[in-house]
């Protein structure tokens, strides 16, 4: 079952979504092969701390965060990546490592990568190993208001996509 105050924040505001099923996995790109979802339209949540107080970085499953390029965006001094002691206690209603990019539930800054937002769905953790909610990511951003910038490191190429 999905995060209970994620699923009632999409059904107040009216939020066509599909929650996906899938084997148990602890990565975004196992899940989105559980899935059988494109590994670029699964989004992982990485818990960064800007000058030391936590937000969410948000990126395509197969990509890797570009720490300096976050801090750069974010007009931050330093950037570091969150220990699971250090985020685990801001959801409680979540498994570890699988909270949902919805960093507006959680009193935290979203810094969502371009390449999710011109998609034109976005799947990610529902809040457990074993579920997926996918949804219009035009909906995901009128939610959530996150940051779009090139969070990502370059790939050298993108096949596949």
Sequence with gaps: MPAQRLKQYLDANSVAYSLI??????????????????????????????????????????EKLNLEGLRVIAGARTVQLATESEFS????????????????????????DEALARDEHIAFNAGTHTELIRMPYADFARLVKPTEAAVALPLATAAGR
């Design 89 to 112: 206690n801001h959801f409680p209603e979540c498994e570890l490592g699988a909270m949902p990019p919805f960093g507006n539930l959680y009193g935290m800054p979203v810094f969502v």
């Design 21 to 62: 099923p899938h084997s148990f996995t602890y990565t975004a790109q196992q899940a989105a092969a559980s899935a059988h979802v494109k590994g670029w339209e699964v989004a992982k949540t990485v818990m960064v701390k800007l000058d030391g107080k936590m937000a969410m970085a948000v990126l395509p499953a197969p």
